[in-house]
């Protein structure tokens, strides 16, 4: 005689253990900071790891990176040397304007300054790992608590933002990347004459561009705001999260909304989110 | 000296696609390292101990990320349930048809993924979360060729074998 299978009974456990799973998911998700010192012992143990491994890997890409990448090399390089001698004559006259208008100044290693951010302190970090899933799009610093490091912390690249600290061990910190949907920034776009429009950017899921590194955030706009390819995309402040005037990126293609009522602003980041390799945490969090 | 093996495979399947996979990623897509890991173990176990191996896994990646602890442990459990189900059917000698079990599994263990993430509140697109399925799991597939003869030989008859399965 078989045994009999109380199938009732395993739909039940089936459905509290889904809902059991369930709730623990939304309980621990981005940035709920639940004790978890398994996963801290972990990152330790393991960062030191991560780190040279991520460091051979980014040596050899960018001493091969013309051999793999011959023709898209060679192309851009007759297109810069086109431009070179365009931008040289333009340089005194972007210098003045363009930087003024985003209130930063490139300075002699090419990183910002935005008045803002003077006030904070700032740590340097190194990228150590990136998400091991293709579902997120955060990476591990080597900083963590015990540099004052803490949850929503906002993260900056040499040229513009790059995210917020989702969450922070003894000695590593995770970085949610702005390219991540969940990562909304407030933000507001400098057009040309000095107007500012205000919105949200978001990490682009809809185009089909999440899955590559060009054109991975959008904004939505009304129909009848002044928004023009080329425009600056800074941050507004607002939100609490980040500082006001750190650069996101630029606006690479407007499209209108079917309804006709909006438009959608494609912004291409400043930051190159897959050669990262240096970071600079805002200890904005931190120092309250 | 079959626990350490594992135990190295297991932190490896953590920290490779994060770093080495980086470099080697498709339009953002890695392999999941874990997952594949998973299968393989749990191809070559009696159900129960391929079931705890699947969540020891599931709940070791969920801490590792820090953050919506269950998704991967309830995923791996029901990726190493499945592997089991499909192994005990399907010829597991046969390296095209594990590569057709790995891409089937991966699939489904990704779609949970992503079914346990909308019910956490995440936003997906349909043609995002079918993109990376697919993607992830032709990541997976492709790597059998060069992964599952050296596993396989060492599960039947080398430093990862497991007595229970081939000695009854």
Do not use: C
């Amino acid at each position: 005689m078989g045994k009999r299978v109380n199938v009732t009974g395993i739909a039940v456990l089936v459905f509290f253990l889904l809902l059991g799973v369930l709730i623990t998911i939304r309980y621990t998700g981005l940035g709920s900071n639940f004790f978890n010192p398994v996963g801290g012992v972990m990152q330790r143990i393991l960062s030191p790891l991560e780190q040279p491994i991520l460091r051979i890997g980014n040596v050899i890409r960018d001493n091969t990176r013309a051999v793999w990448d011959f023709r898209e090399v060679s192309r851009q390089n007759e297109e810069l040397l086109k431009k070179v001698d365009q931008l040289t004559g333009d340089n005194i006259k972007l210098k003045t304007e363009i930087l003024a208008g985003m209130r930063y100044s490139v300075l002699d290693q090419g990183q910002f300054r935005s008045p803002t951010l003077e006030k904070y302190e700032k740590i340097g970090a190194s990228v150590v790992n990136r998400n091991p899933t293709t579902w997120f799009r955060t990476i591990t610093l080597n900083r963590g608590r015990q540099d004052g490091v803490a949850t929503n912390d906002p993260v900056i690249g040499d040229l513009g933002l790059v995210g917020k600290i989702v969450s922070v061990t003894p000695t590593t910190s995770e970085v949610l990347l702005i390219l991540d949907g969940e990562g909304q920034v407030s933000a507001l776009v400098r057009g040309s004459t000095g107007n500012s429009t205000f919105g949200i950017v978001q990490g682009n899921y809809k185009r089909g561009s999440r899955l590559t590194s060009e054109g991975n955030l959008q904004m939505l706009f009304r129909r009848e705001d002044s928004i023009n390819v080329g425009d600056l995309v800074l941050t507004s402040g607002l939100g609490g999260v980040y500082p006001k005037d750190v650069p996101i990126g630029q606006v690479k293609e407007i499209r209108l909304d079917p309804s006709g009522l909006l438009k959608t602003a494609y912004i291409q980041p400043l930051v190159n989110f897959d050669s990262i390799e240096e970071v600079y945490i805002i200890k904005i969090v931190g120092e309250k | 000296m079959r626990y350490v093996l594992i135990a190295v495979m297991f932190l490896l399947s953590l920290i490779l696609p994060g770093t080495l996979f980086h470099f080697w990623s498709w339009s953002g897509i890695k392999p999941d390292l874990l997952m594949l890991l998973t299968i393989y173990i749990a191809m070559h176990h009696r159900l129960p101990s391929g079931l705890i191996w699947g969540l020891g896994a599931g709940f070791l990646e969920d801490l590792y990320l820090g953050r919506y602890i269950g998704m991967y442990t309830l995923t791996l459990a029901v990726v190493a349930s499945l592997s089991y189900w499909l192994a005990e059917r399907w010829y597991r000698e046969n390296f095209l048809i594990t590569t057709f079990t790995v891409f089937l599994v991966t699939a489904v263990g990704q779609i949970l993924v992503a079914f346990l993430s909308l019910g956490a509140g995440l936003h997906w697109s349909l043609s995002d979360i079918g993109r990376l399925v697919i993607g992830v799991s032709l990541y997976n597939a492709i790597l059998v060729p060069l992964t599952y003869p050296w596993i396989h030989q060492s599960f039947v008859r080398g430093w990862l074998r497991y007595r229970p399965r081939y000695e009854r």
